[in-house]
């Protein structure tokens, strides 16, 4: 498997253009997109594959802004892959003065 990309907001604008762009660099990448909408996120992953019809795209159901929601995808992400090599933090959330942002992605990301 190729470096394994993960992609929140690949559904549409910036982030399916950052797709677009890292397949046309590097078609053996392996993308994930992260997205609300999985109606879109398969629109997305269609497109891609019509311009890269080799690539390896996969979805993965996440709403950033619900802490739940990011969990589940996290501990989906670990089960299906053995390492992330790039997360570009695309999707939008709101800041929220009670979250401790360093213990969140110490738990998400530890082994």
Known sequence: MGKVVLIPGASSGIGLA???????VDDGLHL????RNMGK????RAALLASHSG?????VQVDVGDLQSVFRAADELKQRFQRLDYVYLNAGIMPNPQLNVRALFSGLFSS
């Open 18 to 24: 950052l797709c677009k762009r890292l397949l046309t």
């Open 32 to 35: 994930c997109l992260a997205c």
């Open 41 to 44: 996120a398969k629109a997305a």
């Open 55 to 59: 690539a390896q795209v996969t979805m």
